[in-house]
């Protein structure tokens, strides 16, 4: 085994496990947001008991998998859900960590300036992708967003627009931040035109909910300077399925298929450019 695979191999497990544990806080994001309560202080307790929970309690998916999914003091079940999106953090984390080895090798090179950017970008991009996560499950349970969220999404895409311009031949990271200001706020749009021809509400709430994906697609697209494959991906992925489940039943899952069509998409674009063998060429895969 060669040097690189072996540091491959350590990034995405690294990255893995950083999403697990990353998960195991959103839950407590998740459920502490919408009460209007501080995510930084506080203990966390059991729900039926109110025992403090120790370190050993709260280790992500061993706790729960040791203890048999029952709280160690009073024995009461605890929700697999936690456990669940621990694992889907952890999940998301690896298929960007895989799709992105590009990055991880980068950091070997010494003499390579971009290293630092790149390794920079990578966590930022995983942030963001832990904001989709703590939104689209708040929306799951009270059909709420939180505008804090987007304004997130939105710091970090130009923070990662401005800090790539130093690597990337851009000819201005300022337009590039206008065009993909402009081409975020057409995938919204757009949406909401859909939504007004098929005589389906289109909320403030959505607004705030849809924005960051669509912030998504368009920094990647500025990333790639490939702005129609960011189009037909959100088209896909993002657009279709929210018209689909909109004003139905289902529609508390819309921000999870967002979530799961963001992935996917990422997915899909490492593919493309894999079988069209563009991986080196292009900065980045999707
Ligand atoms: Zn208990």
């Known amino acids: 085994m060669d040097i690189f695979t072996v540091i491959t191999i350590f990034f995405v497990v690294v990255t893995t496990m950083f999403g697990v544990v990353i998960g195991s806080f959103l839950n407590v994001v998740i459920y502490r947001i919408p009460e209007g309560r501080t995510i930084v202080k506080g203990h966390s307790m059991c729900m039926s008991c109110g025992h403090n929970l120790g370190a050993l309690d709260l280790v992500p998916i061993f706790s729960w998998l040791f203890l048999g999914g029952k709280c160690r003091y009073c024995k009461a079940p605890v929700a697999s859900r936690y456990i669940k999106i621990e694992s889907f953090t952890g999940l998301v984390?690896?298929?960007?960590?895989?799709?992105?080895?590009h990055y991880q090798i980068n950091i070997l090179d010494p003499y390579n300036f971009p290293r630092l950017v790149f390794f920079i970008s990578y966590c930022i991009v995983l942030l963001m992708y832990a904001a989709l996560v703590s939104s689209m499950m708040i929306y799951y349970d009270k059909q709420k967003a939180y505008y804090g969220f987007t304004v997130f999404s939105a710091s970090c895409a130009v923070?990662?627009?401005?800090?790539?311009?130093?690597?990337?031949d851009y000819p201005s990271a300022i337009l590039y931040l206008l065009v993909s200001c402009s081409v975020s706020l057409i995938i919204v749009g757009v949406?909401?035109?859909?939504c007004k021809i098929c005589r389906k509400k289109y909320t403030s709430t959505d607004f705030w909910l849809d924005l960051p994906y669509a912030i998504f697609y368009a920094y990647f697209g500025a990333l790639l300077i490939q702005y129609d494959y960011a189009v037909i991906a959100a088209v896909v992925f993002l657009i279709i399925p929210r018209l689909f489940l909109k004003g139905t039943k289902l529609e508390k899952y819309s921000a999870i298929v967002s979530t799961c069509g963001l992935v996917l998409a990422n997915v899909a674009g490492f593919v493309i450019n894999l079988l069209t063998d563009n991986l080196f060429c292009n900065i980045l895969s999707f």
């Open 93 to 101: 984390f690896l298929l960007y960590a895989l799709t992105h080895t």
């Open 159 to 168: 923070v990662l627009t401005i800090l790539t311009s130093f690597v990337a």
């Open 191 to 194: 949406l909401a035109l859909f």
